[in-house]
């Protein structure tokens, strides 16, 4: 425990939000927190030792980024995943992240590419949550590096929003070979991506960056049980 080493940071209300948000965004993530399970507010702040405000905070937070939804009858309930949700929000990943890897493929710095491959590296041992966020930070890279700073937000924004999701396949899915095979998937793609990002191919840069989200995408459809509703031929045509 770092109690006493934190306690200065506590007395910040707002480092205290984001402490009880990350708490709670963790216990969803972690499955602790189930998807449709009531959030009662007292409860959640007497479990975190907290007061309701920052609470609430937190909860607004994780409302914005799609964890949690408020019902009509005014409950917090941990958000069900919704396939209509992730179909609009990885159709846009698909979009977007390999334009982004287009134009970052002339224009990426050098030092953006040693930060790449340094994260590709990193990323290639991992699994579960930690390689989760080290992948986001190996795109959000390649996003800065396309020189389009409103692409790159949105990218974030898709990440953010996408999140509960990936999130999903880290608690739901058990089979362990269809993880290592979609990490091994994954870091031949991030390899294949730097080798074209190298080369300054864009078009390659592209169809790599598209790949990797379709196939990610088709594994989320996967596990939260759903076909993907995207007609076969135009599935062949984003490949
Ligand atoms: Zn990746």
């Given at each position: 425990m770092k109690s006493t080493y934190n306690l200065q940071q506590l007395e910040a209300p707002e480092s205290l939000e984001l402490r009880v948000y990350a708490q709670i965004r963790q216990a969803i993530m972690q499955g602790?927190?189930?998807?449709?399970e009531r959030l009662v507010l007292d409860r959640l702040a007497t479990s975190l030792g907290v007061s309701r405000v920052p609470v609430t905070q937190a909860l607004k937070r994780l409302e914005t980024q799609g964890f949690v939804s408020n019902t009509r009858r005014g409950e917090t309930v941990v958000v069900e995943l919704s396939a209509a949700d992730a179909f609009e929000l990885y159709t846009l990943r698909i979009r977007l992240q390999p334009l982004a890897a287009r134009y970052a493929a002339?224009?990426?710095?050098p030092e953006q590419l040693a930060e790449m491959e340094n994260l590709a590296e990193w990323i290639a041992p991992l699994s579960g949550a930690e390689r989760f966020a080290m992948d986001r930070r190996f795109h959000e890279a390649l996003a800065n590096a396309s020189g389009m700073p409103r692409l790159a937000q949105m990218c974030g924004n898709l990440w953010e929003l996408t999140e509960v999701y990936r999130a999903a396949l880290d608690t739901q899915v058990h089979d362990l070979n269809l993880k290592i095979m979609d990490n091994e998937n994954s870091s031949r793609e991030h390899d294949a991506l730097l080798a074209a990002l190298r080369q300054k191919d864009g078009v390659a840069a592209e169809a790599i960056e598209r790949a990797h989200v379709v196939r990610a995408t088709k594994l989320v459809f996967q596990v939260i049980g759903q076909?993907?509703?995207?007609?076969a031929s135009e599935i062949d045509d984003l490949r």
């Open positions: 602790q927190l189930q998807p449709g002339p224009r990426i710095q076909s993907f509703p995207i007609p």
